[in-house]
């Protein structure tokens, strides 16, 4: 027994500083750093139009859903007690997330929408109705999560027939397809750069014109 005791003595670490040397701290992987992380920038796919006000760099938040606009105000909070001053405040849009149906989508979304936006949508007639407005300013208090919805919205057969039935009533013409709108632009191209080219060799003098 004499021998275990002094055997088992022998293995524990001779001082507390030994003891705490050989605790390993690296098996926690979890940051503890008090900065928020900074948020990201939507970016629209290649297959989508550029939005044409671009994204909301000073509200990144508005990126995420229709706020119609709103941003963080800010103000002073004026006491009328005793100490009479002013402190520097904010407001925060009233954001909620709520369920909208889109009838062109055939089913419900889940957007973070504010007041003000959702008052509009229902003023409109749906969320298909404020998307597809083609006014100026539609367009720009929508920003570049609702002109991303816009674009799968127009994509869909019930809305590509809805637009084939207004160009006949207006008697315009069909669109081309996008081979037949490549090929033109290909087309277009090319005679532009024969069209300098022959200026090109017009313009150049020949051996009999030079100047010696």
Same mark, same amino acid.
């Given at each position: 027994?004499?021998?275990?005791?002094?055997?088992?003595?022998?293995?524990?670490? @001779?001082?507390?500083?030994?003891?705490?040397?050989?605790?390993?701290? %690296?098996?926690?992987? +979890?940051? @503890?750093?008090? #900065?928020?992380?900074?948020?990201? %920038?939507?970016?629209?796919?290649?297959?989508?139009?550029? /939005?044409?006000?671009?994204?909301?760099?000073?509200?990144?938040?508005?990126?995420?859903?229709? /706020?119609?606009?709103?941003?963080?105000?800010? &103000?002073?909070?004026?006491?009328?007690?005793?100490?009479? &001053?002013? %402190?520097?405040? @904010?407001?925060?849009?009233?954001?909620? +997330?709520? *369920?909208?149906?889109?009838?062109?989508?055939?089913?419900?979304? @889940?957007?973070?929408? #504010?007041?003000?936006?959702?008052?509009?949508?229902?003023?409109? &007639?749906?969320?298909?109705?404020?998307?597809?407005?083609?006014?100026?300013?539609?367009?720009?208090?929508?920003?570049?999560?609702?002109?991303?919805?816009?674009?799968?919205?127009?994509?869909?057969?019930?809305?590509?027939?809805? $637009? +084939?039935?207004?160009? *006949?009533?207006?008697?315009?013409?069909?669109?081309?397809? $996008?081979?037949?709108?490549?090929?033109?632009?290909?087309?277009?191209? *090319?005679?532009?750069?024969?069209?300098? #080219?022959?200026?090109?060799?017009?313009?150049?003098?020949? /051996?009999?014109?030079?100047?010696?």
């Amino acid at each position: 027994m004499a021998g275990l005791q002094t055997r088992s003595t022998m293995s524990l670490p @001779f001082s507390l500083s030994a003891a705490f040397r050989n605790l390993s701290l %690296t098996t926690s992987k +979890r940051s @503890f750093s008090t #900065t928020l992380a900074a948020q990201k %920038t939507k970016q629209l796919p290649d297959y989508i139009p550029p /939005y044409p006000y671009g994204p909301n760099y000073v509200f990144k938040q508005s990126n995420s859903g229709l /706020y119609g606009g709103a941003m963080i105000q800010f &103000g002073n909070k004026i006491s009328q007690g005793r100490n009479e &001053g002013k %402190t520097r405040r @904010f407001w925060k849009p009233n954001v909620r +997330r709520k *369920k909208l149906y889109s009838e062109a989508l055939e089913k419900d979304l @889940f957007i973070k929408v #504010t007041r003000k936006a959702l008052r509009t949508i229902r003023k409109a &007639g749906g969320l298909d109705n404020y998307l597809l407005s083609d006014r100026p300013g539609r367009i720009r208090e929508m920003g570049i999560f609702g002109w991303e919805l816009r674009w799968q919205i127009m994509q869909t057969p019930k809305i590509q027939e809805r $637009f +084939r039935e207004e160009r *006949k009533k207006l008697g315009m013409p069909e669109p081309p397809t $996008f081979e037949e709108w490549v090929k033109q632009k290909e087309d277009e191209i *090319k005679a532009q750069v024969e069209a300098e #080219t022959n200026i090109k060799e017009i313009t150049k003098p020949t /051996y009999n014109e030079k100047q010696y």
